[in-house]
T-cell receptor, first 114, second 113 residues
């Protein structure tokens, strides 16, 4: 069973387009995250939602808008895509207020903006 | 702000040799420490974690790490590596009371025959 899944796995699009990436977790967790991994493999958190409420919002352009319809889903919508948005985007989930709050990661979505 | 430093960006070793991947963090408060592994074109998988208690932590695939509070380090070790250990390794820290996981820049381990 897939714990954290993302669609699509690959996304190639033109500059200026709007695109969405979807994430679903079946672990029963209450917290979900989006990370961006750049071309140098550096991973940085973008957003986090707990029970559909935004709890972490790093310095991310407002072209990026996360949406959480329920606690098992966290989607990422990106408007007016730019070349610099090309990266691998990882979704993760965890259960807040547990001792270790281990995060489980999805397989990633490789976004290429041409 | 919390930061994590992985001192080596690339570590090449021969098969069956021991390896140590270094990680230092900056924090004066309680922290939880993690090592994740990323195989080529895959997501991140948790190798091991330090929460509290014994400073020597054992993880999957024969890896272990030692938490050293005085040196603010959490180095990852394996006594004998395999070709299949070739991957990117990330050290991460979460400060107590925060949900934010801060990652180091990663160390690419390449195991050669």
């Amino acid at each position: 069973d897939t714990a954290v899944s993302q669609t699509p796995k690959y996304l190639v699009t033109q500059m200026g387009n709007d695109k969405s990436i979807k994430c679903e977790q079946n672990l029963g967790h209450d917290t979900m995250y989006w990370y961006k991994q750049d071309s140098k493999k550096f991973l940085k958190i973008m957003f986090s939602y707990n029970n559909k409420e935004l709890i972490i919002n790093e310095t991310v352009p407002n072209r990026f808008s996360p949406k959480s319809p329920d606690k098992a889903h966290l989607n990422l919508h990106i408007n007016s895509l730019e070349l610099g948005d090309s990266a691998v985007y990882f979704c993760a989930s965890s259960q807040m207020r547990t001792t270790h709050n281990e995060q489980f990661f999805g397989p990633g979505t490789r976004l290429t903006v041409l | 702000a919390q930061s994590v430093t992985q001192l080596d960006s690339q570590v090449p070793v021969f098969e069956e040799a021991p390896v140590e991947l270094r990680c230092n963090y900056s924090s004066s408060v309680s922290v939880y420490l993690f090592w994740y592994v990323q195989y080529p074109n895959q997501g991140l998988q948790l190798l091991l974690k330090y929460l509290s208690g014994s400073t020597l932590v054992k993880g999957i695939n024969g890896f272990e790490a030692e938490f050293n509070k005085s040196q603010t380090s959490f180095h990852l070790r394996k006594p004998s590596v395999h070709i299949s250990d070739t991957a990117e390794y990330f050290c991460a820290v979460r400060q107590g009371g925060s949900e934010k996981l801060v990652f180091g820049k990663g160390t690419k381990l390449t195991v050669n025959p």
